[in-house]
């Protein structure tokens, strides 16, 4: 699935470090979402963004900030994370929020963090 | 509270052999159904997908799932597994504003 391409591929970084993930999709989607998958534990919804308007915000912590300048592209800016935080990111777009659209998926960012 | 079990962690099947990956939802409304696949260091790719009609669909990669409302199941099958489909399956309810909702997964691995 080349539609939808996340940056970087692998991260490793420490607790008082401060980087960011970024997604892009080319398949002139309007709804954009961020996942997290945990060993062991089902993918988890973070945030979801349609028409760059944040809609949904999972009760993620605060060190986790979301950023989608345009329909196009989707950031997750991180800071002070936890080791629980190392995780496979996930990011995935749709046509817009209407049910029937089906979710694209990119291949991920995976993070640890020391 | 939408919710999606997979029961089988593991499932080991012969190259050539029939599949069948259980999967049962929990959904208030007439849920929208999804199975997708993950192969090792990408992202997940969309199987198929059900939301009303006949109730049996056809995907890629020859893979067809049943919905059956009334006993909440929407199973994947395929006739003759290769090798190349050993990978993590994973069925998923909802979707639009909400996200979806996935199962943890089963772990398929195909034996010569």
């Known amino acids: 699935e080349t539609g939808v391409t996340q940056t970087p591929r692998h991260l490793v970084m420490g607790m008082t470090n401060k980087k960011s993930l970024k997604c892009e999709q080319h398949?002139?989607?309007?709804?954009m979402y961020w996942y997290k998958q945990s060993a062991k534990k089902p993918l988890e919804l973070m945030f979801v963004?349609?028409?760059?308007?944040?809609?949904e915000n999972n009760s993620v912590p605060s060190r986790f900030s979301p950023e989608c300048p345009n329909s196009s592209h989707l950031f997750l800016h991180l800071h002070t994370l936890q080791p629980e935080d190392s995780a496979l990111y996930l990011c995935?777009?749709?046509?817009?929020?209407?049910?029937?659209?089906?979710?694209?998926f990119g291949d991920g960012t995976r993070l640890s963090i020391l | 509270a939408q919710s999606v079990t997979q029961p089988d962690i593991h499932i080991t099947v012969s190259e050539g052999a029939s599949l069948e990956l259980r999967c049962n939802y929990s959904?208030?409304?007439?849920?929208?159904l999804f199975w997708y696949v993950q192969s090792p260091g990408q992202g997940l790719q969309l199987l198929l997908k059900?939301?009303?009609?006949?109730?049996l669909v056809q995907g890629i990669k020859g893979f067809e799932a049943e919905f059956k409302r009334s006993q909440s199941s929407f199973n994947l099958r395929k006739p003759s597994v290769h090798w190349s489909d050993a990978a993590e399956y994973f069925c998923?309810?909802?979707?639009?504003?909400?996200?979806?909702?996935f199962g943890k997964g089963t772990h398929l691995i195909i034996q010569p």
């Open positions: 963004y349609n028409f760059k308007e944040q809609t």
């Open positions: 959904y208030g409304a007439t849920p929208y």
């Open positions: 398949l002139g989607h309007n709804a």
């Open positions: 059900y939301f009303s009609g006949d109730t």
């Open positions: 995935a777009s749709s046509q817009d929020w209407d049910r029937e659209q089906p979710q694209h």
């Open positions: 998923a309810v909802g979707g639009g504003a909400d996200g979806l909702t």
